[in-house]
């Protein structure tokens, strides 16, 4: 057994993740780490592994809970198993130039064999020291210089490697440095791909659409989708889930729990959950799926409302929800303020909340797809 284990992966941590895994099967609520643990991914885990080894660069869009990090975190397996190395920066919280140090610094640590071949380099780096716990960065005077001297050493002695940032929208505040930062490794480092994902499209939309001006214009990531699944994957997800915790469901509790859930794996995992491992009756399951959708969406919407106008955004966001044409959205952002807000107040607000794939807009009809979003824009447990 130990042998066997030895064979597949590098650490003991590493088989105590796969077997924790397993046992938990489809419904664990994590991000999946194993291709083996993600559902009906196979052909966009070929594809995003294909185009990170033709050094393609890859913003993964989705909607929250879709299943991009699992996506990611499954690719990576295959990746190393073909000799890039992937170096995994979870971005969520980092704040500036020191949080975005932080986060490499981080996903270095987990990543041994890039962190002994950087070694040398690093150490010589200002900012940057090593203790038993692998890299730490101290307060650099110039963080993006140390940032760069990092990837630098990355880029010359690790190899092809992957190097992801997710939840990138994290860092909008200061794009513009990224967007430098990027471009240089782009141009100097053709070894290191980056792949950008977060649920949130603030940043990625200067990365997807760059202008002429842009440091990143000619050299954008692939975009690649990931969609719900169909109604038919999401009940076969359901079903494969409940078989294996050896539970019983009917039909009809299927088929409501996929009509309630819109397809996205998350919620359908949650779902699953509640059914499976807290062995809630259907109806309360689907009800605790839909609070704590609720509440996850809360969260984030707040995490997104830090810094705007509160009062105009929520005015927009929830006349959106029954969809609106641009004048009623100016009418009940006048309403809710109390005065007349400018064209422009409107516009940017407008033009903030599609980049941040909040709320879409069709032919001047602006809705919130987001069904947890749209359930909770239409309580009053947001105001
Ligand atoms: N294809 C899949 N097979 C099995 N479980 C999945 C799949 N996709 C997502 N999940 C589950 O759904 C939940 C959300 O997945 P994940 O965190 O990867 O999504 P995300 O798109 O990164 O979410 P967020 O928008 O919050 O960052 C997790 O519990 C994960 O285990
Ligand atoms: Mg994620």
Known sequence: MHVLFADRFKTRGDSLKYLRGLSLSLFNLNPKEFPKELFGREK?????????????????????????????????????????????????????????????????????????????????????????????????????????????????????????????????????????????????????????????????????EPRSTSPMYGRSPAKFYLEPFTKEKSSEFLKKGVQECHEATTEEQIEEAVEKLDGIPGW???????????????????QETISEGMKITKDELEHFLQGRDRTTYLAALKIAATSARWKEIKAAIETRRNSVPNDATVQNALENLKAAMLTNEEEGVYTVKDPMLRKLLLTSQIT
Not at 124 to 146: A, C, H, N, Q
Not at 164 to 193: C, K, M, W, Y
Not at 268 to 286: C, D, E, M, Q, S
């Open 44 to 208: 966009e885990l070929d594809e995003l592994v294909r185009l990170v080894k033709a050094r393609r660069w890859i913003a993964i869009l989705g909607p929250r809970m879709v299943g991009k990090t699992s996506l990611i975190k499954a690719a990576n397996v295959k990746l190393e198993k073909t000799g890039v190395k992937a170096i995994y920066v979870n971005l969520w919280g980092a704040k500036g130039t020191h949080g975005l140090l932080n986060a490499l610094a981080q996903g270095l640590n987990k990543e041994n064999s890039v962190l002994q071949k950087i070694k040398d380099m690093a150490n010589r780096t200002e900012g940057v020291s090593f203790g038993p716990g692998g890299i730490s960065i101290s307060l650099s005077k110039r963080p993006m210089t140390t940032m760069w001297d990092l990837l630098g050493a990355i880029g010359k002695q690790a190899g092809d490697c992957v190097i992801e940032l997710d939840e990138v929208q994290e860092l909008s505040a200061i794009s513009g440095h990224l967007l430098r930062l990027l471009a240089n490794i782009f141009n100097t480092h053709p070894n290191v791909v980056f792949i950008l994902t977060g649920s949130m499209f603030g940043l990625m939309k200067t990365l997807l």
């Open 268 to 286: 359908l995992t949650l779902y699953g959950n509640n059914v499976a491992v807290r062995k809630l009756p259907h109806k309360k399951a689907i």
